[in-house]
């Protein structure tokens, strides 16, 4: 069965029967022949376009590559298809499927995070497009868990750059920049109260090696920064941390 199967594929790549390659690759994929299915549908989409099997070859090339987990192929034949067939057949599983892909390759938070902005963006303009379908909740938590991705490596680089402190330069500014913008961006993050600590932290750390004229002026922005934190998280387990902050800035400013 094995020869018998790999006999009729060889025929089938090298035959010239647009038709016949049609038929055969989508009984491929329907037994989960995926390589096979891709590899076909390849050289006979684009003949295909504009006839009667131009819209389904185009989405089960896409699908090929994407049950084969090849999302990154998948997610431009996706986008090429949802692109020329907007009111198609197949349109808001490819919106979706674009997005999803992207977001089963997004790699750990260390990494390069492009194929998570991606994902996100495709993921929202599925939403956008299709607002009350059953795959909403879904493309909405995955959303969810890549802003955070996002934002945690946001907080790593902020980090980063407090643990540098004034290693060739003042990184703890740095640091409070990267946490700031980040606070601005992603407001209901789950690492909200990491950043505002980390900023509470960093400006200690520049009043305390600050120059004697502009110390008190950078102690009175930590105790603003200390109150603000405490308002907001009242029973944060970062309390005792900061109120050891909170006791050594009060004293140089005379509070």
Do not use: W
């Amino acid at each position: 069965m094995i020869l018998t199967s790999c006999g009729e594929y060889s025929k089938v790549l090298k035959s010239k029967d647009i038709e016949y390659k049609f038929q055969y690759a989508k009984k491929a994929y329907d037994e989960k022949k995926f390589l096979q299915a891709s590899t076909i549908l390849e050289g006979i989409v684009t003949p295909l376009r504009g006839g009667p099997h131009g819209e389904e070859s185009l989405f089960l090339l896409a699908m090929s590559y994407y049950e084969n987990k090849d999302f990154l192929n998948s997610a431009v034949h996706f986008k090429t298809y949802y692109t020329r067939y907007p009111k198609g057949k197949y349109t808001e599983l490819a919106r979706f499927y674009s997005g999803y892909g992207y977001y089963l390759d997004s790699p750990d938070p260390q990494l390069d995070q492009s194929n998570t902005v991606k994902a996100i963006e495709e993921l929202q303009g599925f939403l956008d497009y299709f607002p009350k379908s059953d795959r909403v909740t879904v493309a909405q938590n995955a959303i969810f868990e890549m802003q955070d991705k996002l934002t945690l490596k946001q907080l790593q680089n902020a980090q980063l750059y407090y643990n540098l402190g004034n290693f060739m330069g003042n990184n703890y500014e740095s640091a409070i920049i990267v946490s700031q913008n980040a606070l601005k961006e992603y407001p209901y993050s789950k690492y909200k109260e990491d950043f505002e600590l980390l900023i509470l932290k960093s400006k200690f750390q520049e009043a305390k090696q600050s120059v004697n004229e502009r110390q008190a002026d950078r102690y009175r922005d930590v105790i603003d920064e200390y109150y603000s934190f405490k308002n907001n998280y009242p029973d944060s387990r970062h309390a005792k941390e900061a109120e050891t902050i909170y006791k050594i800035a009060s004293k140089h400013v005379g509070k």
